[in-house]
């Protein structure tokens, strides 16, 4: 027994073409995954399908595609051209914008800029410069971000990327129980089965649907830096926009985190690995049911009170009489809060960090070498969704502050270090900060918090020193020198996918054959900029250009030479280096491979 692959190009109007098949054995296929590569074969009976025993068949469409990355210097140019782009005024004569105005698909373009700004940490002033673009387009303060734009397409893809790990700690283990242990939960009377208790299913429904919400709102401390800051920025730019509204700040960060991240997983979980296959039918209607309730329910924070006449359905009218209460609202409003805040102390005062949690506790001098009750101080400590400081008194100036973001671990320290019970370390980008509590349930309790805001931190730490580094070595494994790698494995692993893997080389070759393949469009826009910097008069209609955005002609004429100029250096240097590699490449090698049968 064997499974057949058939490769076909759907690129003709008229038909598609075959380009080949493989067979591969079944008895190859292990249950993990397997990697092999297959010479297409032309079919063994001409040109028509085989039918014997044929137990199915799967339809794939494949986008294949491929990139020859160059050695990292050969990008300097175009990739300083992109990180620059949200300085550039107007934003829509940058690079990037105009990368993302010529790509037809504009997911092609959106995808590569958005992992190499977040690569560089030049993604956030870039989103803010084009959502407020997006705002100078927006009439009413109920549509902010509502649209497909180039704000909200970034945004998206920030949150994929970013928030994999959130999403994952936040409704993982409500959406197994849901897809695991389902209950039945339609309510619409028509779609209601000969059997069905419309009443149970209702409270079914009322009980998975306020679990995730709950788990949601209660989720804002684990919601990643980044993320926050995005939504810090946009609160700020809808509030700017539409001063007179005092709900738009909500509705413009509700319309991501809620309508297009926690909706978008729950109705679609295996899209964002919190399940492995696609539901069966009654738990993907269950799935979209909580969806829809989430969604409203997100977006009562901004609009005060639902209006349930606005439902379509009756149905749902009805279900939501029972979301109405002020805390769900109170609850909607906390978590908005919490997500958008910032470190950065804006004079508008729109957020503040999140208080967590404070105490008194024992910290050891920091670089102090010898074990003494004198290295040991009494101080007040102070954890936010931001930062973690320690004051002389409470209500005093922090003394030290360590922002969240770079807290790599935090662990319990051995007794034996000090001779000290209770305590723990926070290890961060300078030396460890060790910590006496003052009971055990305090010391775990502080553990907890700190772990908690915490573990989506993408630089957090495999391995650690569970002991202090003293006269000149560690105590736990006597290494001699003090930044080796800790010499045992943190109690909470880095989890997968908190890192972020990009090759910001990559994602600039990915860019450059995007501007390659649209070099057409980049010289008519050119010439669009040019005729208008020299005429002046009334725009004809209709333009080769009238679908893109020139704010400033000179501005967008300078960027475009500039890139058509970048492009056409790193052409030639594609056609050298693949002369080079045609012509060193081992004949039969992946990048030199055989044409014809082989026998």
Not at 56 to 64: A, D, V
Not at 274 to 287: G, M, N, V
Not at 323 to 350: C, I, R, W, Y
Request: with cysteine.
């Amino acid at each position: 027994m064997s499974a057949r692959v058939d490769l076909w190009n759907n690129g003709n109007l008229v038909q598609d073409i075959f380009l080949g098949e493989i067979k591969v054995p079944v008895k190859v296929l292990r249950n993990d995954s397997f990697q092999a590569w297959y010479l297409l074969q032309p079919r063994e009976n001409g040109n028509k399908s085989s039918k014997t025993d044929d137990l199915g068949s799967l339809r794939l469409n494949i986008c294949y595609t491929e990139d020859c990355v160059l050695p990292s210097e050969y990008y300097v140019s175009l990739r300083n051209l992109l990180l620059k782009s949200s300085d550039v005024q107007p934003i829509s004569a940058s690079a990037a914008y105009i990368l993302c105005e010529v790509c037809r698909d504009k997911y092609d373009a959106v995808l590569p800029l958005v992992r190499l700004l977040l690569h560089h940490h030049k993604l956030v002033p870039f989103v803010a410069a084009v959502a407020e673009l997006d705002l100078k387009d927006t009439q009413e303060a109920n549509t902010v971000f509502r649209g497909n734009s180039l704000a909200t397409r970034c945004v998206d893809e920030m949150m994929k990327i970013v928030g994999k790990h959130y999403l994952k700690v936040t409704l993982k283990a409500v959406i197994d129980e849901i897809c695991e242990s389902p209950k039945p939960c339609e309510i619409d009377p028509i779609k209601l089965r000969e059997g069905d208790n419309a009443e149970i299913n209702m409270e079914n429904l009322r009980y998975y649907v306020d679990k995730v919400f709950r788990e949601i709102v209660r989720s804002s401390i684990s919601c990643p830096t980044l993320m926050c800051d995005v939504f810090y920025s946009l609160r700020h730019l809808a509030a700017k926009r539409f001063p007179n509204d005092p709900h738009v700040q909500y509705s413009a960060v509700s319309s991501f985190v809620f309508l297009r991240f926690f909706a978008v997983a729950v109705v679609s979980p295996h899209t964002f690995h919190l399940r492995p296959h696609h539901p069966d039918a009654q738990t993907s209607r269950t799935l979209t049911l909580i969806s829809k309730a989430i969604q409203t329910l997100g977006s009562w924070g901004s609009l005060t009170k639902s209006k349930l006449s606005s439902f379509k359905e009756t149905f749902m009218c009805e279900f939501f009489k029972t979301f109405q209460e002020d805390k769900f609202t109170e609850s909607v409003k906390k978590f908005l809060d919490d997500v958008s805040s910032t470190e950065s102390k804006e004079p508008s005062g729109l957020s503040e960090p999140v208080h967590l949690k404070e105490g008194e506790m024992y910290k050891r001098a920091q670089g102090r070498t010898r074990i003494g009750k004198k290295n040991f101080k009494k101080r007040w400590f102070c954890l936010t969704s931001r930062e973690f400081t320690y004051h002389k008194q409470q209500d005093k100036e922090p003394i030290f502050t360590i922002p969240i973001k770079n807290i790599l671990a935090v662990e319990k320290l051995d007794e034996s270090s000090f001779n000290k019970k209770n305590m723990f370390q926070v290890l961060h980008g300078e030396k460890p900060l060790y910590i006496q509590a003052n009971n055990c349930v305090e010391a775990s309790e502080w553990i907890e918090a700190l772990c908690r805001v915490t573990r989506c931190n993408q630089k957090r730490l495999n391995f650690y020193h569970p002991s202090a580094f003293l006269n000149g070595s560690w105590l736990c494994c006597k290494a001699t020198i003090e930044n080796t790698v800790g010499c045992a494995r943190c109690t909470a692993d880095v989890p997968a996918d908190t890192q972020i893997e990009i090759d910001g080389d990559r994602e600039t070759e990915r860019i450059y054959s995007l501007f390659t393949i649209n070099m057409s469009k980049l010289q008519k826009l050119e010439e669009a900029c040019g005729s208008i910097a020299v005429y002046q008069g009334p725009r004809k209609e209709p333009d080769d250009y009238s679908n893109f955005t020139i704010e400033d002609s000179v501005a967008t004429f300078h960027t475009l030479k500039q890139i058509i100029d970048i492009v056409e250096k790193l052409n030639e240097s594609h056609e050298k280096y693949q002369k080079k590699r045609s012509s060193s490449a081992k004949y039969g090698s992946e990048e030199n491979p055989i044409v014809g049968k082989v026998s």
